[in-house]
């Protein structure tokens, strides 16, 4: 039992033992993604982490870092803080895997207008989860009392992660000819970008638009199915890694599909889209309607129902759609590689 305590600090807004209370709280949602290289348990000055080095003959670490955004206003709302967690993760762990790379660990940051234990518990309790998905390691983490800089009942939620490849694996797009095909795996819903346009959409803190039932969303309301979190492509891309040659992978996120997908092509190609095979989720469809946004800006801010796109040579594309169906994803072609300067092509 630890003897820190200050009332002078606890009367000027933080409680440091409810600092501890949340640590115990979140011990068992650690213990689930430890993995071998884990040298450490929380509560040290650093996360360590053992890099395991078998097979890989020049490592190159790679690194990511993000947040949930604006999309925690919606957590507030529904008073749910199980699942943005999982957001965090993936935001750092699906860039990290598009450059071909396995994501090690993974270092949380909650900064808080006051530390409610047993939220905070939540939140971690989806970081655990996602990394649980994304086969890497809650190493670390860090929880930020601030009274008087955030509102007693918000926080803010960021994360960083590490992950390492082969040198001589990391993604290379010099091979990208035109005619190669462009698979997409499918998003779980909006993610955890374009929520400044969403919140303005539904008029999130001025009206009660989210608690509303839509049947095209599966009887769920408005605020839940915004709240579904990011999808985790980690595993799934891995297993493709290992036994197909991929070009080039896109996490759709903030920019949509003209922002995102030209960034893995080299210069003087365009990804060529077939709108038309483009599986649109409802939930996008519900966000141009009550908001009457054009569909170009909807395709150049939302990810539409794909969260990640994939390019393979058109004579890898049934086995590489096959090793991604076996994996859990229900993977599909919605276009291919052209000589272009446009960078994409929706039509």
Request: net charge negative; with cysteine; hydrophobic share 40%.
């Amino acid at each position: 039992m630890s003897k820190s305590y200050s009332e002078s600090y606890k009367n000027a807004g933080v409680d440091i033992t409810a600092g501890y209370r949340a640590v115990e709280l979140m011990k068992s949602h650690i213990a689930r993604t430890r993995t071998p290289g884990v040298l450490s348990g929380i509560g040290g000055f650093g996360g360590l982490f053992e890099l395991d080095l078998t097979g890989i003959q020049k490592p190159v670490l790679v690194s990511g870092t993000d947040g949930v955004g604006t999309k925690l206003r919606l957590a507030f709302l529904l008073d749910k803080h199980d699942t943005v967690g999982i957001d965090c993760v993936a935001m750092c762990v699906n860039d990290i895997i598009c450059c071909g790379a396995k994501p090690l660990f993974f270092l949380d940051y909650i900064a808080c207008g006051k530390n409610v234990p047993e939220r905070i518990a939540d939140i971690v309790k989806g970081v655990a989860e996602g990394c649980v998905q994304a086969g890497c390691a809650l190493i670390g983490g860090e929880t930020a009392e601030m009274p008087g800089f955030y509102p007693e009942d918000e926080y803010d939620l960021a994360g960083y992660s590490t992950g390492v490849v082969d040198k001589e694996k990391i993604l290379d797009n010099s091979s990208i000819q035109a005619g190669d095909v462009i698979l997409a795996l499918p998003s779980s819903g909006v993610h955890s970008n374009g929520f400044s346009l969403v919140r303005k959409v539904f008029d999130v803190e001025n009206s009660r638009k989210i608690f509303r039932t839509l049947p095209e969303l599966s009887g769920r309301t408005i605020g839940e199915a915004l709240l579904e979190p990011t999808k985790i492509y980690v595993k799934p891309m891995l297993a493709l890694f290992e036994q197909v040659t991929v070009k080039a992978v896109s996490h759709i996120t903030g920019g949509g599909f003209y922002e995102n997908i030209p960034r893995s092509l080299p210069k003087g190609f365009s990804a060529n889209i077939r709108k038309a095979d483009v599986r649109v989720l409802p939930i996008f469809d519900v966000i141009a309607k009550e908001g009457n946004i054009p569909e170009r800006d909807m395709y150049n801010t939302y990810n539409m129902g794909v969260g990640m796109s994939v390019v393979v040579s058109a004579a890898d594309a049934g086995k590489a759609l096959a090793i991604l169906r076996e994996n859990g994803e229900d993977a599909y072609m919605i276009g291919e590689v052209i000589e272009s300067d446009e960078g994409v092509i929706i039509g």
